[in-house]
């Protein structure tokens, strides 16, 4: 009765460990799944709409370059704090780019850490559960010389894995916006980690196209703001092909299936010290 009841409370422990063990790999799979898909439903609303005449490309980027020329800068909210606004939404910032009526404005790719994920109107806690968030204030993401965009996502969401490895961005690195019927390119040319108040780095710079991609950092701490920022360049595919981290360099962080695999070995030998221990008792 005693052995049976050994037995039991080894295979609920084993059960518990590989529960907690599997959820990051399973909810990071999930939420990779659910941003293929919203990315997805994106692009094919938008070219149906196209299809249907019910979408002017130059009607949607005109109406977003005017909101941006229009634009009065600012000092920039810390995206991942709450702003201290008049608590009413700006109805005109969250018409543009929102053809879905979703919210969603395009999506960010970053080919060297193998990120691909939805862009949204503001950075409310919501949004940066699910996705990259644009950071209400700056200029939106259409390009332009006068124009510094910043798009904030979450590092270290156990559920997600979303910017966590963006401190593996060098100089040199390139990023992707795909916004409407465009696709915007990007070389990192300045990083930065900065107080969480300090946003004299987002402002923008005269004729200069800018995107800044931003996160929390230490990694666990989230003390600071990590800022990537790159300048417009031509979109030349064959030159981001081989923008991938080198194997010995990838993040443990994101590196979901290895711990599950780590997770697997040591919970067996756990169990196969406790067999050995019993087998060792009953003789």
């Given at each position: 009765?005693?052995?049976?009841?050994?037995?039991?409370?080894?295979?609920?422990?084993?059960?518990?460990?590989?529960?907690?063990?599997?959820?990051?790999?399973?909810?990071?799979?999930?939420?990779?799944?659910?941003?293929?898909?919203?990315?997805?439903?994106?692009?094919?609303?938008?070219?149906?709409?196209?299809?249907?005449?019910?979408?002017?490309?130059?009607?949607?980027?005109?109406?977003?370059?005017?909101?941006?020329?229009?634009?009065?800068?600012y000092i920039l909210p810390d995206s991942f704090a709450e702003a201290a606004t008049a608590g009413e939404e700006d109805?005109?910032?969250?018409?543009?780019?929102?053809?879905?009526?979703?919210?969603?404005?395009?999506?960010?790719?970053?080919?060297?850490?193998?990120?691909?994920?939805?862009?949204?109107?503001?950075?409310?806690?919501?949004?940066?559960?699910?996705?990259?968030?644009?950071?209400?204030?700056?200029?939106?993401?259409?390009?332009?010389?006068?124009?510094?965009?910043?798009?904030?996502?979450?590092?270290?969401?156990?559920?997600?894995?979303?910017?966590?490895?963006?401190?593996?961005?060098?100089?040199?690195?390139?990023?992707?916006?795909?916004?409407?019927?465009?696709?915007?390119?990007?070389?990192?040319?300045?990083?930065?980690?900065?107080?969480?108040?300090?946003?004299?780095?987002?402002?923008v710079e005269d004729n200069m196209d800018l995107v800044t991609l931003l996160t929390c950092t230490p990694y666990g701490?989230?003390?600071?703001?990590?800022?990537?920022?790159?300048?417009?360049?031509?979109?030349?595919?064959?030159?981001?092909?081989?923008?991938?981290?080198?194997?010995?360099?990838?993040?443990?962080?994101?590196?979901?299936?290895?711990?599950?695999?780590?997770?697997?070995?040591?919970?067996?030998?756990?169990?196969?010290?406790?067999?050995?221990?019993?087998?060792?008792?009953?003789?």
């Amino acid at each position: 009765m005693k052995k049976r009841s050994t037995i039991i409370m080894t295979a609920i422990l084993f059960l518990a460990g590989l529960s907690l063990l599997l959820y990051p790999f399973v909810a990071n799979q999930w939420n990779t799944y659910r941003q293929s898909r919203l990315i997805t439903d994106y692009e094919e609303v938008v070219a149906g709409k196209e299809a249907a005449g019910e979408l002017n490309y130059e009607t949607e980027w005109t109406k977003a370059e005017t909101y941006n020329d229009a634009l009065v800068p600012y000092i920039l909210p810390d995206s991942f704090a709450e702003a201290a606004t008049a608590g009413e939404e700006d109805k005109e910032y969250l018409a543009c780019l929102n053809v879905t009526g979703d919210g969603m404005m395009g999506y960010v790719q970053i080919p060297k850490i193998n990120v691909k994920i939805p862009i949204f109107h503001t950075t409310n806690d919501d949004v940066l559960q699910r996705g990259a968030g644009h950071l209400e204030g700056s200029s939106l993401p259409i390009g332009g010389e006068n124009h510094h965009a910043v798009i904030s996502a979450h590092r270290g969401l156990p559920s997600a894995a979303l910017f966590t490895d963006l401190d593996k961005m060098e100089k040199g690195d390139h990023f992707l916006l795909y916004i409407l019927d465009d696709i915007l390119c990007y070389e990192v040319d300045q990083i930065t980690v900065v107080e969480p108040k300090n946003t004299s780095d987002l402002t923008v710079e005269d004729n200069m196209d800018l995107v800044t991609l931003l996160t929390c950092t230490p990694y666990g701490v989230n003390s600071h703001r990590l800022l990537v920022r790159g300048h417009r360049v031509p979109y030349e595919p064959e030159d981001l092909a081989d923008e991938k981290i080198p194997l010995g360099n990838m993040s443990f962080h994101t590196s979901y299936l290895l711990w599950v695999i780590v997770g697997l070995l040591v919970t067996g030998m756990f169990i196969l010290l406790l067999y050995r221990q019993e087998k060792k008792r009953m003789r």
